[in-house]
């Protein structure tokens, strides 16, 4: 399984138990990871679940940047990407993850736009060994 097939399960399986519920839940829900040899998943499991929260709270985009001095450089570009998308008027939540190396990625509940250094490189990497 993959993070967000957790994600889904562990949400559904949540939705309206009482807090005494939910804590033997999760509690279960670490021993089958455990057991699986999944717990290496955890923090892609929790990043998911974050996105659907911030997703729930209203009209929301995920706005990463390689460096916080990129912020200002790339928010009228990451809005553009949005409004060809079809949302409009989206706040934007920021992240920053040096792993970018630049550009940014802007995601909502049902898109992604990807203008990030990493991609770019990636994807002259597949075409060089094809």
């Known amino acids: 399984m993959n993070p967000q097939a957790y994600a889904q399960v562990l949400t559904l399986t949540l939705k309206g138990k009482t807090p005494e519920e939910a804590s033997r839940l999760l509690k ?36 990463t940047v390689a460096r916080k001095s990129d912020l200002e450089k790339f928010r009228k570009s990451a809005l553009f990407d949005l409004e060809r998308l079809g949302v409009k008027d989206a706040e934007l939540v920021t992240k920053e ?14 898109a992604m736009v990807d203008r990030t250094h990493k991609r770019a490189l990636l994807d002259l990497y597949r075409k060089l060994i094809a």
Do not use: C, Q
């Not at 717990?39 to 995920?62: D, H, S, T, W, Y």
């Not at 993850?97 to 049902?110: K, N, Q």
């Open 28 to 63: 279960n829900f670490l021993e089958v990871l455990a057991a699986r040899g999944h717990r290496k998943l955890l923090p892609g499991i929790v990043a998911e679940l974050e996105k659907e929260k911030e997703a729930e709270a209203g009209n929301k985009a995920r706005f």
């Open 97 to 110: 993850d040096d792993s970018l190396v630049g550009g940014y990625r802007v995601e909502t509940r049902s």
